[in-house]
Structure formats: C-alpha cells, structure tokens
C-alpha cells in the first residue's frame, strides 16, 4: 500500500526551527505551506481571503519550461474531487453514481448504511499508481480545452480517444452515449439511463466536506469518472482540463465550475482496477503539490512528472501483518522528513535562485516583509513603542465594539465569569490567610473588577483577562512574613512598593524593554511553573495538615458534652470529623473538578453538552461539596471569612485608602525608598505572566487582525496594580489560562473534518462585562460565607496538579524512571543522546531545588531575582554544553493552541505558565 502524504500535516516547531525554511526561499507551489492558515499568512491577507496572484510556472518544476497561463488565479483554489463510477440497476441500465469525494481528505459513501464515512487520509494501493501513470502517458491529454458545455468536452474526448486509437470508430456512439449518462447522488434518486441531453436539473445537497473550502468563488472542481464499459476492446483514458471553468449542471452534487475531467473506461481485465484507479487519480488532484502541477502542465510528459514526484513522497508498507496500531506511529516521522525533502530550498534542487523567481510570484512580498509590524521590535525613541502600540490599536476602537454584537460574545461572558470567580474566590480566601485579613476576597474582587474594566476600555490586546495568580500569592506571602518580623506595617508597605512600581514602568516602557521578553525561554518558563506547582500542592496539603493538628482524632470527645463547639462557632477545643470532613471535601472537590476536565475531551455524550460540563468543571466541584458540608450540620469546618457588602476584610484596622505615612506608626523613612528592592521583585512578576501571556495569546496561529500592544498592556497592568495599593487592593497580571481561554471561547471554527480557525471576535465588551460581574459578585457574601477552606484547598491542588500539564520538565522529569524503549515519540528523545536528555533536566532540577530552598528561607522575597538568573545560565552556559540541536529540540517553544479539538488535550497543554 502506497500513503500519499498529507500536505495539511502540521509540523512539530523543532522541525521547523531546524531546517529553518524560509518561505521566500522555497519554490511557489512546493513551500508546503498548504494550510489554510499558511497560506493566507504568505498570501498577506489578514482576512483570510485568497489574492489571486500570477505563478510564476518556471520555478515549479526546475528544468522543464511552462507558461504563465491568462487568468491570474490558476492555481490558487480550493480543489474539490468527485469520484464517479458506472454502474448498473437492476434493469441492466448504467448511469454514474457517486461513489467518493475529496476536499483534501476522502470522504466514501457506504452504500450498505447508506451514509458518508468519516473523512479520512487516503491510501492507495502501490499498483493503481502505477497503472495510472502508465495509463496517463499512453491515453489522451486535452490541455485549456474551450467548451462551455458536458456535450462539447463529452464529443472532443471521444474524437480524442477515437485518433489516439484507444476506441474504434464503431464503438463512438456507444462511448459517447457513456460519458452523458444520468449522474446520481447518494439520497438522490435518478432515472439511471436518462442522458444529460434532457437538460433536467437535479437539486443538489451541500455536504460536511465541502464546508472547509474557503467560499464558492474558490473552489474548483475535478470531476472522475471511471468503470467498466463491455464493448471497449481496451481500456481508453483521457485527461481534460478546461480554459475556463465551467458549471456542468447536474454532473457535481454541488454546484462548483469544474477545471479537470479525468474518464477512465474499458473491459474487465485481471490488472485492472477501475475503482483503484480512480482513487489514485482522485487523491493526486485533490493533492495541492499534484494539483498546481495539473495547472501547469503544458504536456502529457510534465503531468507524468508531477505522478512521479508524488510517488517519490509516498511511503509503501510491506504486506505483512501489522499485530499493533502502535507500530505505525514511527511512519509519522519518517513522513515528516520525506515531506521536508519535498519542499526544500530551490539551491538545493539546482534551480533558480530563489530571488530570480520571488519577482514574478509575489511582487509585493519583499516589501511587505520590511513593512511587517513587530510589536517587540525597538523604535529607538523614548515611548516609541507605546506609540506605537496606541497607533496600532486604538484605530480599531469602533469595531472592538460592533464586533461584541455576536451571540457568541454572550456565550463567552458566562463561561469567562466563572472561569474567572472561581479563582479570585479561591485566592482571596487564601491570600486571607496568608495576611491575616489585611487583603481578602473583598479586596481581590473589587480590584478584579476595577482593574478588569479599566483594562478592557484602554488596553491594547482586550482578551487578555487580568486577576490574581499564583507567583502573586507566594510573594504577598514572603512579604507579609518579612514585614512581621520586622515590625513594619504590610499595608503600608505595599503603598511605597506601588509608587516604585509606577515609576519602574514608566522607565521600561520609556526603553522600550517589552522586547526583554524574547529572551524569556522555556527552560525559565517551565522551572518557574513547576515551582508554583509544588507550591500549590505543598500548601495544599500543609494546610490539611495544621487541621488534623488543631483537630486531631481522639478516642473520646466527652468534654464537649461541657463547652460549646457547634458546626456554627469556631470550637476552643478540638472538635470530632473537623479534620476527616476537611480531607474529604478537599478531595472531592479536587476529583470531581479533575475528572471534569478529563470528561471535557473525552468520548461520552456529545461535544457540545461534553465541553459546557468540562468547562463549568470547577464551579460545579465548588457547589456539590459546599452543599455536601451545608447539609452536614454536626461537624464543624472553617469558612471563607467574606465582609458584608463593600465592607474590607479588617474594617477596625483599615479603610479602602492606606495613608503612605502609616496607620497605627509612622513608617520608616528608610523603608520608603528600601521598598524598590520588592518593587523590582513584583515588576519581575508581573512582566514575566503579562508579557508571556501577551505572546501565547497573539499567536499567529490564532490570526487575530488587529494587532497587540505589550508596552502599552504592561504600563496599564503595573500602573493599575500601584495606584490599587494606594487602596489596599492587590495588584494583578495576565492570568495565562484564563486568558488562552477566553481567546478560545472567543474563536470562531469553521466546519467539517479538520476544524479551522475563521476569525476571532477581538472586541472589549466581553472583557468588561464579566469584571463588572466578577465586581457584583461581592453582592453575594451570604453565599460565599458558606464555602469551607477545605474546598478551595482542594481547588488549589487542582491548579496545582493540572498546571504540570503541557511542562516537558515535568515529563522528562518521569522519563527519567522509563527504559528507552518506552520512551513516546518527541523530537526531544530521537534527536537528543537519552543521557543528553537527562543532563539537561538534572540542571533543571537543581535550578527548581535551589529556587525551592530560597523560598523556604528568610530570603524569599528574593526569590524572582534568584529566577531571573536562570536566563543567562541558559543563554551563556547551557549553549556551550549542548550542541544547537540539542537546545532547539530540548528549549523549543513547540506548544501547539488548542481548541479542545484533541481528546485528552485543553489550554493547559498549551501553557508553561502558571495559572
């Protein structure tokens, strides 16, 4: 069996960063960017409308000469395939009936259940490949045919074929009568021996697979008709491609112009196989590289080439039995390098330059290549860059709020709102405990909303969603511990570390330092995720802990007989279940919000009812455990401590604005200018989460059009979190999940087979509507004063836990216990020694473990600077241990967007980031 190879296969990032092709430097029509997305990119549409660009037919096939053909758009359509067989009814009348269809995949129709199969890649079989090139060399090849009409090509293809000597002359009647036979559709009955001369019309039935070509006007078609004719002495085949596209009525089920036709028709023979045949020729025309070949060729040798070239790039397997799928998983890669074989640079094959060609193929490329905009590129000039930020984006203002007019939008809001409670609910009773209620959910709400607002009217990339996180978290922590010790009052402090940060901004911004991100790697990215994911779990289970501790099982508890301690009151003593009822709703809520997430991808019930239940996974966790711990009324657990209405957390200690000389003292002059040193720390934070998060966000595969502002974004969300700390608010950052999800919600997919992505509705309204809910949330204190702790400890191990999704340390770190032969299928493991591969993450663990002991430490505010250093270890020191391979497959940025599409995959896969 021959598998021809899909040219819409998505290669891995290290492949591509390897071989590091340049699409300007690779042959028009073999630079294998086929996809849709690719080449609308090349293409320089950002709407995803194809240009109708002259091909330049020279550098196509190195050596042989072809014509620029008139019309400018050949070759740049959307092919779309029909496969027609001759049948036969029960009254021993033929007609044509559909039998198989193609839009990049193959499409068969069962006639036994009388329904289309699933679109798939096809596979051929070795000899119908080669009886079709023998076939198209000795048969008739009709080139820019002009017939407007079935009977015109209908009457040149049997004089053809008739001069050619294929037919005999009394056999042309008969031939001719053939080819305008009745086609029928599946659930469309046909009067099978009617021939097309009647001029009936048969309503034709769009389909799944034609939903993925980009729109009517770019699509062509290639219509097939193959089978067996008895009175043909030998099989006679011609191949037709017309000067202009022609709508042949009733002959497609739907109705598109066809440029090819391709008959196939003679007696049964023991090497022929009709069908087969028609199969080879079917995939070849709906293969993009095959299917620019056909438009041109301009003689029956070039077309020959173009099936060789297609047989060099199939992969043959041997007729042996194959015990286990699995071992078909190694033809993935093997496919891979076959295909880059194919698309290499024109120097390799000895043709054309590739600067002699680019002219005459795309004559504005080279211009819009210079003219391309990098949000991350240096102006040189003093907010350079947030001009340019504001130039870029703010033009779009209008539309960011027409385009909110989309009930998709709606849909969003609901789903962000909760994605978004849910985790300011969780850190604010945390963040509660970590600082004694100086900051609680109160205050992490109110900022949430303020800040989410704001934000969403001013920033540059609106779908970035901003809250608390969990870097935050452990710094508020650290702080709060040093300012107790030190006798310094918290609230105060973060006042001057706010003025700090405002003016830290200001200066990076100012120097364009937004492009410092760049060298931001994922060896940095993923030990500092890891890290907050122990943290998570750690805590998770420390605070599990102080409850058995303060509860501990006894064998009796009569003394409670005497002294009070209901499920109400917080007991003096310790009180029975206390501790067992915490374990249990920690890890019931952790399960029933992890299992969610697995049943989102999974394969039960359908897709649309599967993702509402797995992305609502964590509020409904949170609701079955709290109404689990309201109907137990016997047992006592610790509750979310929320203030009534916009009260603060401490009302007899503080206010909502903090005096920068102190509350109860005077703060230490010292101190005032001391508190840079922990502003650097938060700024590190905050640009690490807010500017990676910008980057996954505004991926080009995403295809977003209206562009992203990382310097801008950066002085709101650190600016915002400065002035918020004049008010005893938390400062915030781009949260990288809830962002990635928003995007996602906000993605519209095409549909069909393989799902692509149309456009995103980059608008600020769904942003600001769910701050504003995030805001009235705090209206719902009788509720959240019923959430247990142990619920959102559980919630915090959930984060923990399914943050290490999507980090290679994390896997590299379990391949460690795995033989080799176990080992999966990355590019990390065949392309790097094993030992290799265990060195570099050995460094990893010994970075994590040295961050670890720091944070355990006193010197936990030092904790970003320690993290920091772990860039020029990488970019100085890793570089001259490992070959530039090694770092490419090992260090690569490979994480591909997810759109809940891949069973068992979501955005956490896609982040290495921290929630």
Request: charged share 20%.
């Amino acid at each position: 069996m021959a598998s021809p190879l899909s040219q819409d296969e998505t290669f891995e990032e290290e492949d591509r960063q390897i071989t590091r092709l340049d699409p300007k430097a690779v042959q028009p029509g073999r630079s294998g960017a086929y996809d849709l997305e690719k080449r609308r990119q090349m293409e320089g549409d950002p709407e995803g409308h194809f240009h109708k660009i002259q091909l330049d037919t020279e550098s196509l096939n190195p050596g042989v000469n072809r014509k620029l053909f008139t019309n400018p758009g050949r070759g740049s359509h959307q092919s779309y395939v029909e496969l027609n067989e001759l049948k036969m009814d029960t009254t021993k009348e033929q007609f044509w009936q559909e039998t198989a269809r193609w839009v990049r995949f193959e499409e068969d129709f069962n006639e036994d259940v009388e329904h289309w199969d699933k679109p798939h890649v096809s596979y051929l079989t070795f000899s119908s490949l080669l009886e079709l090139r023998r076939t198209m060399d000795k048969g008739a090849v009709l080139l820019d045919l002009q017939e407007q009409s079935l009977v015109g090509i209908a009457s040149k293809v049997v004089d053809s074929m008739v001069k050619d000597g294929q037919v005999r002359e009394q056999d042309r009647a008969q031939l001719f009568r053939a080819l305008l036979l009745k086609h029928s559709h599946p659930k469309q009955p046909a009067s099978p021996s009617d021939p097309l001369l009647e001029g009936e019309h048969i309503e034709m039935e769009t389909f799944s697979v034609t939903q993925e070509r980009d729109s009517a006007e770019n699509a062509e078609a290639t219509v097939v008709l193959v089978g067996e004719a008895q009175f043909l002495e030998k099989p006679a085949m011609a191949f037709v491609r017309l000067k202009d596209p022609v709508v042949l009525e009733s002959v497609l089920e739907v109705e598109l112009p066809v440029r090819f036709l391709f008959v196939l028709l003679g007696p049964s023979l023991p090497h022929m196989e009709y069908h087969e045949i028609g199969r080879a020729i079917s995939t070849l025309m709906a293969d993009q590289e095959f299917n620019v070949a056909a438009y041109l060729a301009e003689s029956r040798s070039e077309l020959v080439t173009g099936i060789n070239e297609f047989l060099d790039c199939s992969i043959v397997i041997p007729p042996c039995e194959i015990q286990s799928e699995g071992w078909l998983r190694s033809i993935v890669q093997f496919q891979r390098q076959i295909l880059k074989s194919r698309f290499r640079p024109l120097e390799r094959q000895g043709g054309k330059q590739p600067s002699e060609t680019l002219g005459k193929v795309l004559p504005s490329k080279q211009q819009e290549a210079g003219d391309v905009d990098d949000p991350l590129r240096r102006t040189r000039r003093p907010f350079g860059g947030l001009v340019k930020d504001i130039k870029r984006r703010y033009p779009h203002y209008i539309s960011d709020i027409t385009d909110a007019l989309n009930p998709q939008v709606l849909a969003a809001v609901i789903f962000i709102y909760f994605a978004a409670l849910s985790p300011a609910v969780t850190f604010g009773g945390l963040l509660g405990e970590k600082t004694k209620n100086w900051m609680g959910v109160s205050e992490l709400l109110v900022s949430t909303a303020v800040q989410g607002v704001l934000f969403s009217l001013v920033g540059a990339q609106p779908l970035l969603v901003i809250g608390f996180s969990g870097p935050l978290l452990v710094f508020e922590e650290a702080f709060f511990g040093f300012c107790e010790s030190q006798g310094f009052e918290y609230i105060v402090g973060r006042v001057w570390i706010g003025f700090w940060l405002i003016l830290i901004v200001v200066v990076i911004v100012a120097f364009e330092g937004s492009f410092l991100v760049r060298f931001i790697s994922r060896f940095t990215q993923e030990i500092f995720s890891f890290l907050i994911s122990l943290i998570f779990i750690y805590e998770t289970f420390f605070k599990l802990f102080k409850i058995f501790a303060q509860h501990p099982l006894l064998k009796n508890y009569d003394y409670l007989n005497s002294t009070a301690g209901t499920a109400d009151s917080t007991p003096k003593v310790p009180h029975p279940n206390t501790a067992l009822l915490s374990l249990v709703l920690m890890i019931g809520t952790f399960f029933i919000a992890f299992f969610l997430r697995k049943f989102k991808n999974s394969m039960f019930l359908p897709g649309t009812i599967r993702r509402i239940i797995g992305d609502f996974g964590v509020p409904i966790s949170i609701l079955i455990m709290v109404l689990i711990d309201f109907f137990i009324t016997d047992t006592y657990t610790q509750k979310l401590s929320v203030p009534s209405g916009l009260s603060v957390s401490l009302e007899d200690q503080r206010g909502w604005f903090i005096s920068p000389m102190g509350l109860e003292k005077d703060f230490p002059i010292w101190m005032m200018f001391a508190s840079v040193v922990p502003a650097m720390l938060v700024f590190i934070l905050i640009f690490l989460e807010s500017q990676i998060t910008t980057l996954i966000v505004s991926k080009p595969e995403r295809k977003m059009v209206k562009g992203s502002g990382f310097h801008l974004d950066l002085l709101l969300v650190v600016g915002m979190g400065g002035v918020a700390a004049l008010f005893g608010l938390p400062w915030l950052s781009a949260a990288t999940v809830r962002s990635v999800t928003h995007a996602n919600a906000l993605t519209v997919m095409s549909k069909g087979a393989k799902p692509e992505i149309e456009k995103v509705l980059e608008q600020r309204i769904s942003g600001m509507l769910v701050a504003i809910l995030v805001g009235l949330s705090i209206l719902m204190e009788p509720i959240l004063k019923l959430i247990p702790l142990a619920v959102l400890f559980g919630i915090f191990l959930y984060m923990g836990v399914t943050s290490l999704n999507g980090i290679q340390l994390f896997d590299r770190m379990l391949l460690l216990l795995v033989p080799p032969k176990y080992h999966p299928d990355e590019a990390y493991i065949h392309r790097v020694k094993t030992w290799r591969m265990h060195m570099f993450t050995l460094i990893q663990i010994v970075c994590l473990v040295l961050l670890w002991v720091i944070k355990s430490t006193p010197a936990s505010l030092a904790l970003p600077f320690i993290l920091i250093l772990t860039i020029p270890l990488r970019r100085f020191l890793l570089t001259r241990l490992f070959t530039e391979l090694e770092i490419k497959c090992l260090d690569a940025d490979d994480a591909k967007v997810q759109f809940d599409e891949t069973l068992g995959e979501d955005v956490y896969d896609e982040t290495q980031m921290p929630v």
